[in-house]
């Protein structure tokens, strides 16, 4: 399946896990190991749309971008209240939050759709090994 984005959502995604991963690296962040493995994973990818080829692909891609919706949110809260709602790094906060949030979504409605194509092909709910070894095509 093939994950679509535009270019104001790849540069939101692009800049939350620059700024998480780097402060990772200097201890200011305390992102879950697994997260930060997400992370590493996704960002090479993001150069446009991404095919997520499993179930288990798709739900690192979603632990990932819940992780940075989470911190572009604490971002955004920051800005507004330590500077005013309308500063202009309340502002772009807000919508690198905003992109990362349409994604978030369509990364969700993508897993629901995985999950229950797993279900209808095995007849159980999608368990690790069907997360890993039933793929989809694009």
């Known amino acids: 399946m093939i994950l679509h984005f535009t270019f104001e959502e790849l540069s939101a995604l692009d800049a939350a896990i620059e700024r998480v991963l780097d402060s990772a690296e200097g201890g200011g962040v305390a ?9 590493e994973s996704l960002a090479p990818r993001l150069v446009g749309d991404i095919s997520v080829d499993t179930l288990a692909d798709q739900l690192a891609i979603q632990r990932a971008i819940e992780f940075l919706l989470t911190e572009t949110r604490d971002r955004t809260d920051f800005f507004i209240l330590d500077e005013h709602p309308a500063a202009e790094s309340a502002v772009s906060a807000y919508f690198e939050y905003a992109h990362i949030l349409t994604v978030l979504e369509r990364v969700r409605q ?9 279900s ?4 159980e709910q999608p368990s690790d090994e069907t997360a890993r070894s039933v793929s989809f095509e694009d």
């Open 31 to 39: 992102a879950p190991p697994q997260v930060i493995t997400d992370l």
């Open 110 to 118: 993508m897993g629901e759709e995985m999950k229950a194509i797993v």
């Open 120 to 123: 209808l092909m095995t007849g």
